[in-house]
């Protein structure tokens, strides 16, 4: 035992940004920030120790070398949120005893909440912010401890958490991990804040049915952003929301329950069926609107888009139209004139790489039943080919085109509004984990991605999550500013689809190392993944045109 005189046993740790610091044992990451990091401008909310993400109560080892994250971060921004939402979730324990939050999803740069059985009131909404508040000021510490696993079903129990109580049943699990704000206690799958105090950016907005939690976001860390409602965007997680309630599909044990009771199949075919039965209902829009000639067709990577449009070309046949589909990137500039981005490489995703004055002179042309000469790029000369493919529409012929700029009107500035019929795709996933733990569509989506990226590119998961920041800047400059300006939005996201796709990319994700920055990333995937129950399914079981398809292979459109 150490006596009163005796100096405290010091440690190295190496500050990533700073250098390397002889501290005393015992020493926390957030002992740290209150010393080094005092002229820091944006919160810190955790670290990145050995490249695995830890909380602000770490107790750092002898060696560790240390990487502050802030609220600049994908990371922090769920970090931040996630605490918020336990205030959340404790305000409407306290003001409304027996009553369930549902955390649903992403909206207006904020997380969607609503009560399970009935809408909210403004009154509410301005009392669990008014308690939310004091929770702030009574700086309330945040603990994070583990427990056996009885235990836990026996506190969650008592709180009449059912859907956690069945989820962490199916867990092969003899402890986890919980959190406790005062006498309320919380199941998460990330890490949260230490300490009330410093979750001091939030508001929460009505929004009927239910109100919107808002939070800091990586592109304006400093402020909360201003609201902006996306109307059209919560008609569809509306939609969504009715269709998962019809498969019986709340959250993952409920899917899970399905999978051992061996209905997995008939609920693959209901959830395919309703997206059949969504991609028609678009093509008759199109087809009952006698003055569109254009259909526009973007959203975020991996959200199926060409799956869609190959489907949507087969239902508006159907209807006795005969479209036509051309290519946005035969009109690519010259490599020579392409645009460079912030790191001097090539911007590939600007409206400046494309020859925007011939592709609309072509669309008017087309439009108005000429033939024009479409350039052929050759992506290896960079450069376009010497003689083009003529082409001509007939009368009421619509052309398809999909790519990044599709929603932005100064793609196709010269053709009359009503000309045109826009659709936004993105995979927006209403399946919750449980009822606090809501799934992120970006999430989704990086999975397909990553799956799909090695199966047609070669590329392993760890290339792939090195990319994706860099595709997410794409798509919030490119595609997220002009979604609401759609004519029609289609949900590719599948139900069914992460309980399948779980075997394809646990592989590639363990193969990430410990050395990889991107390691933290992958193993936030894994913990992820584990609620769900893997399904290994005969190739017929998915169909052949299912947008699923166009990650995992085998597609009838390939």
Known sequence: MTSVSESPKMIWIDLVDKGKYEVAEGTEVKDLVDVYYTDHKLPIVGALIQNEMQDLN????????????????????????????????????????????????????????????????????????????DLEKQSLTIERFVVHMKEA??????????????????????????????????????????????????????????????????????????????????????????WAEMLNAPHVPAVNKTIAQGGFKDFIRINEALHEKKIADIADQICNNKDVRIILIAGPSSSGKTTFAQRLFIQLKVNGKQPMAISLDNYFVDRCDTPLDEDNEYDFESLEALKLDLFNEHLQKLINGEEVEMPIYNFIKGTC??????????????????????????????????????????????????????????DS???????????TRGHNALQTIK???????????????????????????????????KPFIEPLLNQVGTENKEYAEAMRLQKFLSYFTPVILEDRDIPYNSIL??????????
């Open 58 to 133: 770490y107790l750092l080892q002898n060696g560790d070398t240390v990487e502050m994250v802030d609220i600049a971060t994908e990371d922090g921004v769920r970090i931040y949120r996630r605490s918020a939402l336990l205030m959340l979730l404790k305000a409407c324990h306290d003001l409304f005893p027996g009553m369930t939050l549902i955390a649903r999803h992403s909206l207006s740069d904020g997380l969607f909440c609503e009560f399970s059985n009935r809408e909210v009131t403004p009154a509410e909404v301005k009392q669990l912010e008014e308690h939310m508040r």
């Open 153 to 242: 079903l026996e506190i969650f129990s008592s709180l009449n958490q059912q859907d956690l109580v069945e989820l962490l049943k199916q867990r092969n699990k003899n402890i986890i991990h919980v959190c406790k704000l005062g006498d309320y206690y919380e199941y998460f799958y990330g890490l949260v804040l230490t300490n009330t105090a410093q979750v001091n950016q939030f508001r929460l907005i009505y929004y009927p049915p239910g109100m919107i939690l808002q939070t800091p976001v990586k592109k304006n860390p400093g402020v909360l952003m201003p609201f902006v409602e996306q109307k059209k965007l919560a008609n569809i997680y509306s939609e969504e929301k009715a």
């Open 385 to 442: 080919e010497a003689e083009g493919k003529k082409i001509k529409l007939g009368p009421g012929q619509p052309l398809i085109l999909e790519g990044i700029h599709c929603l932005n009107d100064e793609l196709t500035s010269s053709i009359y509004s009503k000309q045109k019929f826009k659709i936004y795709i993105s995979a927006l996933t209403q399946l919750n984990i449980d009822f606090s733990n809501n799934i992120s569509t970006t």
């Open 445 to 455: 989506r990086l999975v397909r991605r990553i799956i799909r990226d090695n199966r």
């Open 467 to 501: 990319r994706w920041p860099s595709v997410r800047r794409g798509e919030e400059k490119n595609i997220f500013p002009f979604q609401e300006s759609a004519d029609a939005m289609f949900n590719s996201s599948l139900v069914y689809e992460l309980f399948v796709l």
């Open 549 to 558: 398809r166009e990650f995992i292979g085998n597609s009838c459109f390939e």
